[in-house]
């Protein structure tokens, strides 16, 4: 049921006006959508109420929990643009008008899709808690699937995997992401999702005893070295990740070992090392398994250490080691990120671009510009923004509004045929998308192919293109290539590749 003061609590410690601002959202949208129901029976209101706990429970700020309990004022209860901007100001009208243009996109084939992606990345461009609103206005609607015409379940579903999940992932937002995956994975592969339950219920029930002892076993000996602030859990893989995994592996869930995983959360960077030090020390690791994601992060910036282990009894399990501040960043994302910044004062400033300065060096520090670089800033982020140095020096009104449009008017959004983003500069080519998925497959791309079609490897590449690279052993980097590529890290992959053929 709809609760103002668990709402609040959710947000921590607000001021009294946001406070007031929480409040006169939710009077607001409870009288907008006052007698209309859900599908389900319940009154309308209970999904702007959830889909604004959501937003309180990622970490979002009042501001983008107020305009989340307005998110379908405008579109569903006919309330006037003019009303919402005179009763709650310019920042939440651009939020609660940018999600309900958001939510009349729909998924409809190959075409519509692509065009829907592009839209969803210019609203992005504008505000990025957009997105974040729309994601939990989404995962609600998912989780209420259920009451839907069936007709329209499927639909629904299929634009939930194909553009929701993924966006969710690439904002780091694993728990959203694994939720909505898992939520439309039994109405798109409804055969698929009943193999894959009882496969992992089966294989729960014969670890789950063993997993204890080894859990008990690692306590025991992490408090021996001294690592005594810990603390463990067991992570079951989802449903849909686990497909997927076992899509890869034959459909043998023998041979998938993180079904189970034993999770160490510890207190520190070098305690994460120092912890996967004892484990080896103790169990023997299995060859090629371990994973430093803390020294190589993951592009959507996951970070932590996995290793396997064989536990001595005949098993073999999967160990995570991460800080607390990993832990949350992997579960919540960007989400976390914009939480800090958001309060009532940023005002019509955060209609710009402020809620960026978080990610970028150097802004909102001392002025010298000698800060040190924000750690949390994630990865994908931090790489456009180390361009823009330069952009910076010239003052700030002008460098949000150059920040504006080079920030995503001069990328480029592509995609994996398994539907990955990948972010790129403008007029980058097929060969650019192949070293930026991985090393090997830009030294031995062979061809492309864009939207299905077989396209020469100097194409320009545009919004919403779906990229695949045909890999041929045969094929060797050229210096053409150096013509048209336009991001540095194909460039010096090519030279490298190309001078170590020359010394051959
Ligand atoms: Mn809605």
Redesign the pocket.
């Known amino acids: 049921m709809a609760d103002l003061n668990q709402l609040i609590s959710l947000l921590g410690g607000i001021s009294d006006s946001d406070k007031a601002l929480v409040e006169k959202a939710y009077k607001f949208a409870e009288k907008a959508h006052e007698g209309q129901k859900r599908f389900s029976g319940e009154p309308y209101f209970n999904?702007c109420f959830e889909?604004a706990k959501i937003l309180a429970e990622q970490g979002m700020g009042p501001v983008s929990v107020a305009a989340g309990l307005l998110?379908?004022t405008l579109e569903d209860a006919n309330i006037k643009p003019e009303e919402l901007e005179k009763e709650f100001g310019k920042e939440i009208l651009f939020l609660v008008d940018s999600v309900t243009k958001l939510?009349q996109l729909h998924y409809h084939g190959v075409e519509r899709h692509i065009e829907s992606l592009r839209k969803l990345f210019v609203a992005m461009s504008q505000d990025l808690r957009v997105l974040i609103i729309k994601l939990a206005?989404r995962l609600h609607?998912m989780r209420t699937l259920q009451y839907v015409q069936p007709e329209k379940q499927g639909r629904i579903a299929a634009e939930t995997l194909q553009i929701y999940a993924p966006l969710a992932y690439r904002l780091s937002m694993r728990k959203i992401n694994r939720e909505l995956e898992n939520l439309a994975f039994p109405y798109v592969f409804p055969e698929e999702y009943e193999t894959i339950k009882s496969l992992l219920k089966q294989r729960e029930k014969e670890s789950a005893a063993q997993l204890e002892k080894f859990s008990r076993a690692m306590i025991k000996t992490l408090a021996k070295s001294g690592l005594t602030k810990i603390h463990t859990d067991t992570r079951v893989k989802s449903l849909f990740s686990l497909w997927r995994k076992l899509q890869r592996k034959n459909m043998e869930i023998e041979n998938v070992y993180d079904v189970l995983a034993l999770r160490i959360i510890v207190s520190s960077l070098e305690d994460c090392y120092k912890a996967l030090g004892t484990i080896h020390g103790h169990w023997r690791p299995l060859p090629g398994r371990i994973k430093d994601y803390i020294a190589f992060p993951k592009p959507n910036d996951y970070k932590g250490i996995h290793t396997t282990v064989f536990t001595g009894d005949g098993g073999i399990v999967e160990v995570q080691i991460r800080t607390e501040e990993m832990h949350r960043q992997a579960e919540y994302g960007v989400a976390s990120h914009l939480a800090f910044k958001e309060s009532k004062k940023a005002g019509e400033k955060t209609l710009g671009l402020l809620w960026l300065a978080q990610f970028i060096p150097f802004i909102g520090k001392n002025k010298n510009g000698t800060a040190e670089e924000n750690k949390e800033v994630p990865n994908w982020i931090k790489q456009i923004a180390d361009s823009q140095t330069e952009l910076l020096k010239s003052g700030t009104d002008e460098y949000f509004d150059n920040m504006q449009a080079d920030f995503f008017q001069h990328r480029v959004f592509v995609f994996t045929p398994k539907g990955d983003v990948v972010d790129l500069p403008i007029d980058a080519s097929p060969i650019d998308f192949a070293f930026a998925i991985h090393s090997d497959i830009g030294n031995h791309a062979g061809g492309a192919k864009i939207n299905g079609k077989l396209v020469s490897l100097d194409t320009k590449l545009k919004n919403g293109d779906i990229v695949e690279i045909l890999v041929k052993e045969s094929a060797r980097p050229n210096t053409k290539w150096l013509n048209f590529v336009k991001t540095n890290f194909a460039k010096k992959k090519i030279r490298e590749a190309v001078n170590a053929i020359g010394k051959r």
């Open positions: 999904h889909t998110h379908d939510g206005d609607n």
